[in-house]
């Protein structure tokens, strides 16, 4: 299928980058391209297609600079399954750590859960309609008055034997026509006020799907999955499918509002309709950023924990460029993955890759370090800014916090000469500044109701002066 997030050009997808990152033009050109080009695969003949495998991108760079972010930025842009992971936990099998392919099954539970929060908000309303009337049917039921009430399939009963069945009617008692109507307006005025949320905070029982059952566990060198185990499917066999069993629980309308949402918007999704979709998506549009890939280089020796470096770069290999790994929903093939991979390459350079790895990232992008002018950006341009995040904080208290032009560039100026005194940690030296600084008004922030702060020099200088690269404290304030 093809998503509408990839019909963006190459020059609006950097446009939406530039909402969230500073700088690094060149990376984010060539993300966009890869993305672009992932459309333009979609727009090929079936046997050309399959021919076409996505460029793989190696970003280079310190820490901080945006690698991580440009990444998870371009999955949110396109809707894509994303994963991220650190290569350092991965090792050949049997020495330790995890199975290289495991980071193709999280790819694959990530999109199942991105396509299922997908259907959930397609068939939202219709969810809703239906928790909103099993939730009235408890309440009447608590308040006595369910005696009044004709039973509607599928909304009012129980689970037996993995099947939902309506509870039988309860026959009309004798009253008069006065009591009847009476009972009616109550019922009348329950529904109005249910739907005005005006009983939120009600306490009500409900009956539920029990999804504490224990699970069952097969234990394996590398999990159920490896050993082509369907724990689920014994469950089931079994009888001890979560499914199978409800519960009755006391809950506030607000909780049990959101637990049946849940469960109504389960019955109106197709299971196997949306698994198959995952598995499109996971491997004609899935992107695996894979972290610290600089770490898995040996530093020669035949000893110590490099041994398995090598090892950890010819597994991630046979991943890359493409094969079937087996996963609980069935085979998924990594050819059209696009893999971005990230390090900063401190104390190795990418040449010390195996050969092999090199080639299967052909785009290698440089990043800047970021200098004290970006920081002044960072700090007050992007859409989730650290200034706008402390501003909308200090809202909640009732305090108007605001920052100066020449506070912003204190604040920018201590950053960047930290990162040249102590580590250069990039943009997140910015965290440890602002906090520092903001610490004793955070803490007084609720004492401070209607009051105005300004955050220019002075105040900056006051709070930190000129230790706010203090190399011994700076560490401890991460």
Not at 7 to 13: S, Y
Not at 75 to 84: W, Y
Not at 105 to 119: G, I, N, Y
């Given at each position: ?21 500073v ?27 399959a ?7 190696l ?27 650190e ?17 193709v ?19 939202g ?7 909103e009337e ?32 309506a ?38 029982e409900?009956e539920?799907?029990?999804t ?7 234990m ?9 185990i ?6 089931e ?84 460029e ?22 900063a390459?401190?104390?190795?350079k ?103 702060i ?22 401890y304030?991460?």
């Open positions: 299928m093809s998503d509408p997030g990839q019909a963006l050009t190459p020059r609006e997808i950097t446009q939406r980058l530039d909402d969230y990152i700088g690094q033009n060149k990376a984010k050109r060539a993300v966009a391209v890869a993305l672009r080009n992932r459309w333009r695969r979609r727009q090929l003949g079936t046997e050309l297609a021919d076409v495998y996505p460029k793989n991108i970003l280079i760079g310190p820490t901080g600079v945006g690698k991580t972010e440009i990444a998870r930025r371009l999955a949110t842009l396109a809707r894509a399954p994303f994963v991220k992971v290569a350092t936990k991965y090792s050949e099998v049997g020495y330790h750590g995890r199975d290289v392919e495991s980071m099954r999280d790819l694959v539970d990530a999109a199942v859960a991105l396509v299922r929060s997908e259907k959930v908000h397609d068939v309303e219709k969810a809703a309609a239906a928790a099993r939730l009235f049917r408890a309440l009447v039921e608590d308040r006595g008055l369910a005696d009044y009430l004709d039973p509607t399939p599928g909304l009012s009963g129980q689970m037996e034997g993995g099947v939902w069945r509870r039988a009617a309860t026959p009309l008692p004798a009253h008069t026509p006065h009591e009847l109507a009476e009972r009616e307006q109550a019922r009348a005025r329950l529904r109005s006020d249910l739907a005005a949320r005006k009983l939120e905070r009600e306490l009500v409900i539920v799907r029990d504490r059952t224990p699970t069952l566990s097969v394996g060198p590398q999990g159920n999955e490896t050993m082509g369907d724990a689920q499917a014994l469950q066999l079994w009888g001890r499918s979560p499914g199978n069993k409800t519960k009755v629980r006391k809950l506030t309308v607000a909780e049990s509002r959101k637990i049946l949402h849940e469960e109504e918007a389960n019955k109106l999704l197709d299971e196997d309709a949306i698994v198959g979709e995952a598995l499109d998506r996971a491997q004609n549009d899935g992107i695996v950023f894979v972290d610290e890939i600089d770490k898995i280089v040996a530093a020669g020796g035949g000893d110590g924990p490099d041994v398995s470096r090598e090892g950890v770069q010819r597994d991630l290999l046979s991943v890359v493409g094969c079937a790994v087996y996963t609980r929903y069935g085979h998924v093939r990594t050819d059209h993955v696009l893999f971005l991979a990230a390090g390459f401190h104390f190795h990418p040449s010390d890759l195996i050969p092999e790895l090199q080639g299967r990232f052909p785009v290698r992008v440089a990043l800047q370090s970021l200098t004290e002018a970006d920081f002044v950006r960072i700090l007050a341009e992007p859409k989730n800014a650290l200034v706008r995040q402390y501003e909308a904080l200090f809202r909640t208290e009732g305090v108007d916090l605001s920052f100066t032009r020449d506070g912003l560039e204190r604040l920018a100026a201590l950053a960047f000469r930290a990162n040249k005194t102590t580590q250069d940690i990039g943009a997140r030296r910015l965290m440890t500044i602002l906090e520092k600084c903001l610490e004793d008004l955070s803490f007084d922030a609720s004492e401070r109701r209607g009051q105005k300004v955050v220019d020099r002075a105040l900056v200088d006051d709070r930190l002066g000129e230790t706010g690269d203090d190399v011994d404290l700076i560490p304030r991460m």
